[in-house]
């Protein structure tokens, strides 16, 4: 069993900063990509970042130059550090993973949600 757990959401005003943290733990041999999602009320669940094992990173257009995420491979740990938030940014902010448990098999995981609110 792999777990993912969330850390560091609250609320915020507007032009401040987040940290997210998640951390896997559980039966992990490797982990490839590592994700965060947000959800929005009434809309879909969408990419905002993405960095490969390798620290390749993706982001999607409405958080480039704002947010940045990292990993640290020896903790299994994935972070979003979130700088000049807008209300729009107001979401449920959700950990994926790609993870490799022994015999070798890759599955997605996904943690609980951190609620983030930017509001004055």
């Known amino acids: 069993q792999v777990q993912l757990v969330e850390s560091g959401g609250g609320l915020v005003q507007p032009g401040g900063s987040l940290r997210l943290s998640c951390a896997a733990s559980?039966?992990?041999?490797?982990?490839?990509?590592m994700g965060w999602y947000r959800q929005a009320p009434g809309k879909q669940r969408e990419l905002v970042a993405d960095?490969?094992?390798?620290?390749?990173?993706n982001y999607a257009d409405s958080v480039k130059g704002r947010f940045t995420i990292s990993r640290d491979n020896a903790e299994n740990t994935v972070y979003l550090q979130m700088n000049s938030l807008k209300p729009e940014d107001t979401a449920v902010y959700y950990c994926?993973?790609?993870?490799?448990?022994?015999?070798?098999?890759?599955?997605?995981?996904w943690g609980q949600g951190t609620q983030v609110t930017v509001s004055s």
């Open positions: 559980g039966s992990i041999v490797s982990i490839n990509a």
């Open positions: 960095i490969t094992g390798g620290g390749r990173t």
């Open positions: 994926n993973a790609a993870v490799i448990t022994w015999p070798l098999n890759e599955s997605d995981y």
